[in-house]
């Protein structure tokens, strides 16, 4: 909880978190009329725990003392000093989650934060879904949009990344391109390993290099890592996007290195933490330990791991490294449990 919340003001089923929860819980239950009620609900009561405790802090601090004080450091001792209890618990709450500097030591800054929480990112994401599973497409944008220009106000800083891929999915059906590439983009700028400055010696375009100068498919994995698993499908949808132009070849090439790299890392991440003596050997070893996870293979086919490493073998053999996609398109064919995936990479061996 952001705030400190007042019993005798606030009964709990009214709290504007414990609506989101119900809200939530009624949209996975397909109740979404209900979602949406409770989901407005939760503005609503949002709104007014902010004024709560903005009058909180104006009653606490009204007397003369405070009057020239905006530290805010001091004013807290102050408040413990005079036993100002719904005050304390109030800053006592929001210091939890953030530090004096996050404010610069301000009442006023404060204040201001406070003010802004009246904006809930994560209900106009609820919003949004309810919406777009309605067809109300135009509504739906608006509150994504709306939830991403909130997002520094999400509990949970990643769900930025659900928002920016419900969005491109939105952008997808109405087959508005443009706003697919740029939803995309806004994605992959927060990857350390992307760059748009061509001399960098970044992963986008060291990985790439590495193919198409004839690097080892197995070398490859050993050298290259990322754990920028939010852009892993930002990456391989700009792939996609871009390959329909022969002249994008080596800009498809670097996307798809790192979507693939981002997929094995992830893939290695959970066999190292289930596999105590594990040690990379191959590719091809690691395809046959996670042949043992049903929840690894789960994500791989959820998250179309299997068509990464297969158009990173076309693309690797269309930037003459004949050898990398070869060795790359047998594992595929001898350990992808997807017949579809299985038989195309065989096909393409075989061209090859």
Not at 27 to 54: H, I, M, P
Not at 80 to 106: M, P, T
Request: with cysteine; proline share 1%; glycine share 2%.
């Amino acid at each position: 909880m952001l705030f400190a919340q007042n019993a005798s003001i606030f009964e709990a089923e009214e709290i504007s978190w414990q609506l989101l929860l119900d809200a939530e819980q009624a949209f996975y239950n397909r109740e979404y009329g209900t979602a949406l009620k409770l989901a407005n609900t939760a503005l609503v009561n949002r709104q007014k725990e902010v004024d709560w405790s903005l009058r909180v802090l104006d009653v606490a601090t009204k007397s003369a003392a405070f009057h020239s004080k905006d530290a805010l450091d001091e004013i807290y001792e102050m408040l413990l000093e005079r036993d100002e209890h719904d005050a304390v618990l109030l800053l006592e709450s929001i210091f939890i989650k953030y530090g004096l500097e996050d404010f610069d030591n301000s009442l006023s800054q404060l204040r201001v934060f406070i003010q802004d929480q009246k904006e809930y990112p994560e209900v106009y994401f609820l919003i949004a879904k309810i919406y777009m599973l309605e067809g109300e497409w135009k509504l739906a944008e608006d509150f994504f949009l709306k939830s991403y220009k909130y997002a520094s106000h999400l509990i949970v800083q990643s769900q930025k990344y659900d928002i920016l891929y419900a969005l491109f999915d939105l952008y997808t059906i109405r087959k508005e391109i443009e706003k697919q590439e740029k939803t995309l983009l806004l994605i992959i700028a927060d990857d350390p390993h992307y760059s748009q400055n061509y001399k960098s010696t970044s992963l986008f375009y060291t990985a790439g290099q590495a193919i198409r100068t004839n690097i080892e498919l197995n070398k490859f994995f050993l050298l290259y890592h990322s754990q920028s698993l939010f852009s892993m499908r930002a990456y391989y949808e700009l792939a996609k996007m871009y390959s329909v132009d022969a002249e994008n070849k080596g800009l498809v090439l670097q996307l798809l290195s790192l979507a693939a790299i981002s997929a094995y890392d992830r893939i290695e991440t959970i066999i190292k933490n289930r596999v105590f003596d594990y040690s990379f050997e191959s590719f091809d070893t690691l395809l046959r330990i996670a042949l043992k996870y049903d929840d690894i293979l789960d994500w791989m086919q959820s998250e179309n791991v299997w068509e990464i490493f297969y158009n990173l073998a076309l693309s690797a053999n269309e930037n003459k490294n004949a050898s990398f996609a070869k060795t790359l398109l047998i594992h595929i064919s001898n350990y992808c449990p997807d017949n579809y995936w299985k038989k195309r990479a065989l096909e393409a061996y075989i061209q090859f």
